[in-house]
């Protein structure tokens, strides 16, 4: 011991020197005398307009010509890339799509249509080189989301997917923004959890990989899962807050390699105190897809852009819809969105697409009788019918709901107050429902779900919005797999 | 078939007026005409005052009195609650600590010191009661963070916890603007992972609860695991947006009960390209850890307040420290946090705490030598020696770091760029480092992180912050279980 010390010393005394404050421990890398180092999105907006600047990034284009050379860098800042003009002399064979670069040169507006600021270079370092028979992307060939989607951990590389990311980015900013500027307080609900929500079964396990401890004991005590919700753990907060809501994470062990479905997916989840109807939860569902629908227009209106026109296209031709209503091409879709009328969404009771539904679609297996719960394709076709807006409908079935939506105790339909908000190109966008807050009607069965109603009981509800598909209805895009960034599905967990 | 579709259609000519847009579906429960509906933290500082409003909210005192009721009123909205004021006969038995009421009347100037603004109330409705015997929480009474933790479905129902909720919402808030300001893009890294970022073993297994596909065969084809760190997902990301960051929960299988260990816990990740030197990482961490720290005190001023002065008042007076340093309050402390002197942060190489930590600690079982890491004990007596203030230690011996922390090549000591941010009270906040970008360097073990590095690698490097450490710090909260909503540890997930 006293021999470590000793050692401990030795060396110490050799670098006594470096007790001083801040950069002692610095030495600069690979820079010399650096020019201010701007990100792609100023220089593209001409910020430093004729200062001497430096840009990081990787190369989205080469084009060589006879006296110059024409570049593109992108560093995700934007959606948008440098122009890099310079000397053919500065060209280098390590020059090629996806490398990474770091330039020099003066700001300057371009005399070219194309961008309205350009950098012309006097220096450009390879940083790291990029081999272009092995990337699997190929300069100016347009690649498809599932050919993208083959390449996790290279896709982020793309406009698309680039765009994507920046959207879900700021989508995300937006439903923190929603709820913030309305008094709702964040709960991190947990992601391991002793309870099934849903009761639906398809849940995933969680037991230490090396068990370390007596055999057969579990971690936890108790068997634990992966959350398929965090409304429980939101109610227990709706007893102390008046407006709670989470964002995060929730699991379902479903085997399938659907479009449709994910077994990681992002939901947002709030709950209500003191509801004296469905209409102040369709209020807040309403509002908060409206909000984030306008921020994410707003803040994102390139990238939005380049779903609507180049990588979703499809939406905007496809043939006319299904019930005399025209096809509403995404950006008006979204426009339809953002201005509601004035009384708010559509919304109908349950009792409503069922006339609909029974007279209008003619395939067997899609009628529709009492008791019945809307199959995707029916909802699809209901927001189609009614002119491809957003639909609510409300007052299912009691005995299609779970046992903690209120009871409407009317005889002899008896219905739930729940209510789904459906949209365009995805249906079910949004669930919610009352909250069951009598605790005699309550029959329930989790311990600390009746403690919540013994204790200053008040009627309460919430609903769920699934994150990806309110991406999907924005954007256009058929995949759930394509609005996330690392997607998990049966036989799919790279990386 | 036929049979159920005319079932439908009679069912459905009964309800066909409900096809009409707006409120249809909807019959107020148990409200009369109602006035002006005000959030507790509205009424308290004195929105329509003169008014006839309705508050709704969980008494948290009654004091009845000869000629009036004395009651306060919180609905989570802020830490104060609405004193009101009621005639007697308004009394109801039922009005007891936690009971749920609305009530309706007039905001007027309070005659009394404590608050501004009180409610006169003409009615007084108990929308649910509360059983004073088994309620847990008794009027007046101060309960102990201990004594609460208890009850996890309740304690939110305390001040002291519903205080660290909205600090904890607001801290949420903080960082997510710190990196939306400064240019990051937010990437929902993936919670269940194959891989293991850290190598450290303790991860959680996930299997469906129920397997229903063939024997043997595992849902997602390979073992996946709770993620540990963002950071490879991030890194995948860093090779196209030069700066990247992730928010959310972590996982670790340790078999312990401590005061420090969660098995569950969230962490800020960030990813910063085109790095380079340390310093450009450090610079991240304290901007972030400042702007958070400021964001809060300016968000939850009364919220933090209650922390330092009646929750955790322990570091107020606690003995002088250790090194002659006298202890610093909290409050001064976190203002230390925020005004960071010129320099930055105070910076030391490894083997300077070495040195002073030799010196000082004069237990056996703390004599330090080349090669050791920090323990928490060494972390916490460096920080008191600096004065309470944070510190930066910096180029740690490679071999005490993970593969990917970037060597500095340096001989005869062999360090890696890697950094610990240490905090008073906590010890380790942050831990980052340079990643190794080089291939030929990196031996890695990963066949996409490889991948990463073939195509257009650039310096780059990243860091986690452990956001319930954050809270522990600027609160002085000891027990970690005391600043998430619901803990999980091992033998404990309740609900």
Redesign the interface.
Known sequence: ?FQ??A???S???T??A??T???????????QKTPATL?V?EAVSGAKLGANVKV????RSVRPQKANLFLHV????SLQSLQVVASSELDDPLLTL???V?VTGTLRKSPRQRQPFELEADRIHV?????PV??PFKIKERHSLEYIRQF???R??TNAF?SL??I??EA??AV?SYF?EN?F???????????DCEGA??????????P??EEGEK????????TVSGQ??LE??S??????YTF??T?R?E?SQSRRHL??F?MVEAEV??T????DLTKVMEDMFRSATEHVLAHCAEDVDLFHKHVTPGHRVSPQGHFGFPEICLPNRCKIFINS?P??Y????Y??P??LL?HNIDR?SS????GCDLQTEHEKHLVKHCGNIPVFV??YPYDLKPFYARDNLDHPEHTAAAVDLLVPGVGELCGGSLRE?RLDLLKARLG?YL?????????HGGFGMGFERFLQCILGVDNIKDV???P?F??????
């Not at 971690?219 to 992966?226: E, G, K, Q, T």
């Open positions: 011991m470590s010390a050692k401990t010393l060396v110490a005394t670098t006594a470096t007790l404050r801040g950069t002692s421990f610095s030495i600069r890398r690979y820079c990100r999105s990081q990034g990787w190369v992108n560093d995700g800042s996806g490398s990474a770091e940083v790291g080189d990029c081999d092995d990337f996790p951990h290279l982020c590389r680039s990311l920046r879900r980015s995300t900013t923190h913030k008094g307080v964040q709960i991190h609900t947990p992601v391991i959890t002793s309870n079964g398809e849940l995933f396990q969680v037991e230490p990989s090396s370390n401890n971690f936890f005590s108790v068997p634990a899962f992966l429980l753990h227990v907060m007893g102390a807050f008046s407006r709670v995060g994470p699991f062990a085997n077994a990681e992002y105190s003191f004296q109807s469905l209409e009328p009384d708010g559509l919304s109908l009771r009792v409503s069922l006339i029974s067997g009628f529709l009788q009492w409300t007052d807050e600390e403690d919540l109603r013994r204790f200053g009981s008040v009627p996330i960034a690392f998990r049966s036989h799919s967990c790279p990386l």
